[in-house]
């Protein structure tokens, strides 16, 4: 008779101590009617590493705060959240959500900000200077260490802020979309990182709305939506119905609180279930497209904006050398480039934001000579969408800012009192229309800063429109958007192209810019190249 007692060697390994618990938590913010996070069920033990993902406003950003204790003021929760680290040291260490709220403010240069959370936390002086210095080394960027932090661009500023948080050493990390806004050799960097983290003990929790490298190398993938945590199998089957089942049931019903987390290897993510639940998925194959896009071969290859000569030096660093490029009616160009390479700069250039070199020439529509014209004459002519819509939004509403947006008399002149009633009208209309199209509609009233960072791109890109320019200028528009909101992004951009417009678009979303784009560059040393 076989001995029914299991043999040492037979038993499961003790699981690792758990370093983060939620259990039951719910959360509802101030003034909600409904609950932001309902009843979810969360463990993260040392080396673990879990995605949570779902589409825009299912909760996520809610989760990763709920996770680093950052609610408190913000609302109400019930169940529990346990951290064994609440006793002292490590504990949680978060990197949000928004690009432009990264950085502290309170220093100078980037090695001075990687070692702030040590020195805040009163760690001796020269061990916060070692952690920043390896930090800085371990994400690839100790080569900036005494740059001002004013200089960065977009991915160096996020690097940063991982390297200030990396040195406090946590025993968990929760990233927001912390590949946002980073090229492909910076996000394997990250890898790298999270991987050295997780065998040290730590446990790592990544938000967000995109599966890619980061959330493909999670253990575990759990799915948010409307704050529900809800049944993902791992088959098909266990995805189909969830929107239907969703929302409208009790989490006793729909199974919401009990923790069904789905290995994350690609074997068993698959491209249904990524879509059921929203998500974008840019680690996948482009969709295949055998035509050009019809208006473009419509239009012809009229050139709408012709570059030549145009060097940019960045303090004293030069970043563009003598580039050439022509954008062509109804064509969408994608700007590709690692980070700190400068498609930012070359946008701002053509805006007229950042200093060209003496001699360049940009020829816009017409045949107008930009380069000598200040940036608010560009406007009309190169609509600009940077890269931190803050810096562009200044009104209390959405709605305001677009109306803000739409001279009222041709060439901004004052109208006749007659004419002023059809004006405001038309203006009401087209903000109306065009809040539609970049789906806004439900945020008319909102003030810019409350809403999330891509639908603050979206109010600006959404402004660039209603300037009517010929050449729209895009900088990383894909940042922190779901599956629906590439879909709106993408309708809204060949859209522009099917009125014969053009798009330059800055991107690190590989899959995007070939699905969206005619042709394809690539930003290297200052020179363009077609992407091969
Ligand atoms: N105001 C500035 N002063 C000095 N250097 C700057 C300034 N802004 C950017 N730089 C530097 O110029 C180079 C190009 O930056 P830019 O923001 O154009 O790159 P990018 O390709 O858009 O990067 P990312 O993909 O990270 O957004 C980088 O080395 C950056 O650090």
Redesign the pocket.
């Known amino acids: 008779m076989p001995d029914p007692t299991p043999s040492p060697e037979s038993l499961p390994a003790p699981l690792p101590p758990a370093q983060l618990r939620l259990t039951d938590f719910s959360f509802q913010y101030r003034g909600a009617e409904t609950l932001a996070l309902a009843g979810v069920d969360l463990v993260l033990r040392a080396g673990d590493a879990v995605a949570v993902l779902g589409p825009q406003g299912a909760g996520t950003s809610t989760l990763a705060r709920a996770a680093a204790g950052l609610l408190g003021e913000h609302g109400h929760s019930t169940g529990v959240r346990e951290l064994p680290g609440e006793d002292g040291h490590g504990g949680v260490g978060m990197l949000g959500d928004d690009p432009e709220a990264q950085l502290t403010g309170l220093t100078r240069t980037v090695h001075d900000e990687a070692a702030l959370p040590g020195r805040l936390s009163g760690l001796p002086l020269a061990d916060c200077f070692e952690r920043a210095e390896a930090s800085l080394q371990a994400l690839g960027i100790a080569g900036l260490a005494e ?1 001002p932090l ?7 500023r996020q690097l940063t802020a991982l390297a200030g948080l990396l040195t406090l050493r946590p025993d968990v990390l929760v990233l927001d979309q912390p590949s946002q ?1 980073l ?1 492909a050799s910076a996000r394997r960097r990250l890898a790298r990182s999270l991987r050295a983290f997780r065998d040290a003990g730590g446990a790592v929790l990544l938000t967000g709305h995109q599966h890619d490298d980061l959330t493909a190398a999670c253990d575990q993938v759990l799915f948010l939506d409307r704050g529900r945590q809800v049944t993902a199998g791992p088959a098909a089957a266990g995805a189909a119905g969830l929107s239907a089942e969703a929302g409208g049931l009790s989490p006793e019903a729909d199974g919401a609180g009990q923790c069904d987390q789905v290995q994350a290897d690609q074997l068993r993510l698959d491209d249904a279930q990524l879509d059921q639940h929203g998500i974008w998925d840019a680690r996948r194959a482009p969709a295949r497209r055998d035509e050009p896009f019809p208006e473009a071969a419509q239009h012809g290859r009229q050139v709408l904006l012709s570059v030549r000569e145009l060097s940019v030096q ?2 004293t ?1 030069p ?1 563009l050398q003598n580039l050439a490029l022509d954008l062509y009616a109804s064509e969408v160009t994608a700007l590709l ?10 946008l701002s250039a053509l805006a007229g934001l950042v200093p060209a070199e003496p001699g360049a020439r940009i020829t816009g529509p017409g045949g107008v000579a930009l380069a000598e014209v200040p940036a608010h004459r560009r406007a009309g002519h190169l609509a600009w969408v940077g ?1 931190d819509p803050g810096d562009q939004l200044s009104a209390s509403t959405v709605r305001a800012e677009l109306m803000r947006a739409v001279p009222l008399g041709p060439g901004g002149r004052r109208l006749r009192r007659e004419d002023r009633a059809p004006a405001l009208a038309r203006r009401e209309e087209q903000v109306q229309e065009v809040m539609e199209l970049a789906g806004l509609s439900a945020e008319a009233e909102e003030h810019p800063y409350d809403l999330v960072p891509a639908q603050r791109k979206d109010c600006v890109i959404a402004s660039a429109l209603l300037l009517r320019p010929a050449v729209l200028l895009l ?2 528009p894909t940042l922190g958007r779901d599956s629906a909101a590439m879909t709106r992004l993408s309708t809204l951009v060949r859209g522009f192209t099917s009125a014969g417009g053009a798009v330059l678009v ?1 991107t ?1 979303d590989q899959r995007w810019a070939a699905e969206i784009s005619d042709r394809q560059l690539r ?1 290297d040393a200052g020179h363009l190249q077609p992407e091969a």
């Not at 004013?150 to 160096?156: K, P, Q, R, Y």
């Not at 480039?337 to 930012?344: E, L």
């Open positions: 740059r004013a200089t960065l661009s977009g991915g160096e806004a090229d960045r303090e660093t970043v480039g690692a980070n700190g390479s400068g498609k930012s700069t070359l890269q900088d990383e800055a690190h930003l």
